[in-house]
C-alpha cells in the first residue's frame, strides 16, 4: 500500500512561485498527479504524469505549473510560477499505488491512494 506526505507549500504574492514535494513510500507504479480543492469547490486535476515523461496539464496551469518525477527519491514535484490567487487551495498528490495506468490521468477516481495535503495561498 502507498503512503504519501506533502511539503512545499505556503503564501506568496501573485507572480511569486512554489516547488511541492510529494514524497512515496510503499508500492507505486508511478503513475501520480497532482490535484487542488479550493474551499466550496471540487477537487480538480492539475497535473499528471505516467512513468518519467508522459504529462498532462489542466488547461488553467498550462506553460506556468511543471509536473516530474525523481524516481530513485521516489518524489513527485509540482513547479509553479506565475502563481495567480485562483491557484490558492489545499494541494494533494495522489498515486495508483499498485495498479498502472494507459495514460497520465487528471481523473481523481482513479486515484485510490492520496496525501494529507498542503495548502498554498496567493494574495493578489
Known amino acids: 500500500q502507498a503512503q504519501l506526505v506533502e511539503s512545499g507549500g505556503g503564501s506568496v504574492q501573485a507572480g511569486g512561485s512554489l516547488r511541492l514535494s510529494c514524497a512515496a513510500s510503499?508500492?507505486?507504479?508511478?503513475?501520480m498527479g497532482w490535484f487542488r480543492q479550493a474551499p466550496g469547490k471540487e477537487r480538480e486535476g492539475v497535473a499528471a504524469?505516467?512513468?518519467?515523461?508522459?504529462?498532462t496539464y489542466a488547461d488553467p496551469v498550462q506553460g506556468r505549473f511543471t509536473i516530474s518525477l525523481d524516481m530513485p527519491k521516489r518524489t513527485l514535484y509540482l513547479q509553479m510560477n506565475s502563481l495567480k490567487p485562483e491557484d490558492s487551495g489545499m494541494y494533494y498528490c495522489?498515486?495508483?499505488?499498485?495498479?498502472?495506468?494507459?495514460?497520465?490521468?487528471?481523473?481523481?477516481?482513479?486515484?485510490?491512494?492520496w496525501g494529507q495535503g498542503t495548502q498554498v495561498t496567493v494574495s493578489s
Open positions: 495522489a498515486t495508483r499505488g499498485q495498479w498502472s495506468c494507459p495514460r497520465a490521468s487528471l481523473g481523481a477516481s482513479e486515484y485510490p491512494y
Open positions: 510503499g508500492y507505486t507504479t508511478y503513475c
Open positions: 504524469i505516467r512513468g518519467a515523461y508522459t504529462t
